[in-house]
């Protein structure tokens, strides 16, 4: 009799259990005996299996109510989207063509570099275009930017987007590199640059300051005690490493004067030395500037600055870079014999 009512018991019970979890019908199941192509999967902490966009695996059960055509729950806020064949929150998983939603790209934003800099802001926006998540981040002592994480879909890697206008007074401009990320405000770069002896031993601090995102450099203008004719220094602030040097961007060429050989004084010409061929400086300048000069592509021409070199047929101009070069001082080498210019880079303090 007690063994009738064990086994009676044991019945019981898995009538219980066969209540709790059904199979779904039709269609190949899973080993927990889920159906994939009706959406279902097993849901390992509520031992069951499940369609994710009707229920949440890790919470209680979405909130009740009508249901579209597709089955997605209205009253809790989803639609269906074709795009991703399954129901969403637009507002938590926007219906578009990507192949993840937010909370993958969340995950993938906070495994990466982009937390080294600051925090995940809630606010994000997914570009169709580039398939990239852009999560607003919270950075501290970054004036001009609204940094941003943003996670790419097809590689499923994130690196932070700085999105700067670069409009804002000089006190608050930031300079960041272009290899390293690395960013620094002019203001502490101003600061570093005033406590290197390498810079301020030369002289004093100007107020006009560049940013090379390229070197990833703060280029500060220097008034030298001493001043170096034909030169133009500068402190130097590094964005990496947070040191400075002083540059002194030496062209060599005097700026309004006429250094011209003596034969040649009254024409305004230079001349080659070894054939007697010349040019006149009008000429030459023309030369430099024309449409199709290599000199015109890197930089402003400074007319102004020029020096004739007879012995080798070639007179000089001086050229301000768009991009400085550090170290380096770009020259607009024209030709007397082929009356054609060159870019010759004067590289070196001195």
């Known amino acids: 009799m007690k063994n009738m009512l064990f086994a009676a018991f044991l019945a019981a019970l898995v009538m219980l259990a066969g209540c709790g979890q059904q199979t779904p019908p039709g ?28 229920e949440n695996c890790t919470e209680q059960q979405l909130i009740g109510g009508d249901t579209d055509a597709h089955g997605c729950l209205v009253a809790a806020g989803y639609s269906w989207c074709d795009a991703k064949q399954r129901c969403v929150r637009t507002w938590e998983d926007p219906c ?9 790209a969340k995950g993938i934003a906070e495994a990466s570099p982009c937390m080294e800099k600051g925090t995940l802001k809630e606010e994000y926006t997914f570009n169709e275009n580039s398939l990239t998540w852009w999560i607003d981040m919270e950075v501290a002592d970054a004036p001009g930017c609204a940094p941003a994480c943003v996670v790419s879909e097809p590689n499923g890697e994130a690196e932070i987007n700085w999105r700067c206008t670069g409009a804002l007074p000089p006190t608050e401009q930031i300079c960041v590199s272009d290899t390293t990320a690395e960013y620094l405000t002019l203001e502490d770069a101003r600061a570093i640059a005033q406590a290197s002896m390498s810079c ?23 008034e030298t005690t001493i001043p170096r004719q034909g030169c133009s220094p500068a402190c130097v602030v590094n964005v990496n490493s947070r040191t400075a040097e002083i ?24 001349t080659f030395a070894a054939n007697g061929k010349a040019i006149s400086l009008a000429r030459a300048r023309e030369v430099a500037s024309a449409n199709n000069s290599a000199c015109r592509s890197i930089g402003t021409l400074n007319m102004g600055e020029y020096l004739c070199k007879s012995d080798v047929g070639v007179i000089w101009f001086g050229i301000t870079p768009t991009l400085p070069n550090e170290g380096c001082s770009p020259q607009c080498a024209v030709n007397v014999n082929s009356e054609t210019a060159g870019v010759e880079w004067k590289c070196g303090a001195e």
């Open 247 to 270: 540059n002194y961007r030496c062209t060599g060429l005097m700026e309004g004067q006429e250094p011209l050989p003596a034969i040649n004084e009254g024409g305004g010409a230079c």
């Open 96 to 104: 578009v063509a990507g192949t993840h939603d937010y909370a993958w």
């Open 27 to 54: 269609g190949d199941v899973d080993e927990h005996g889920c159906i994939p192509s009706a959406g279902y999967e097993w849901c390992e902490a509520k031992q069951k299996c499940l369609r994710p966009f009707e």
């Open 200 to 222: 301020t031993a030369e002289g004093t601090l100007k107020a006009d300051a560049v940013c090379n995102s390229g070197t990833g450099t703060w280029w500060i203008g220097l």
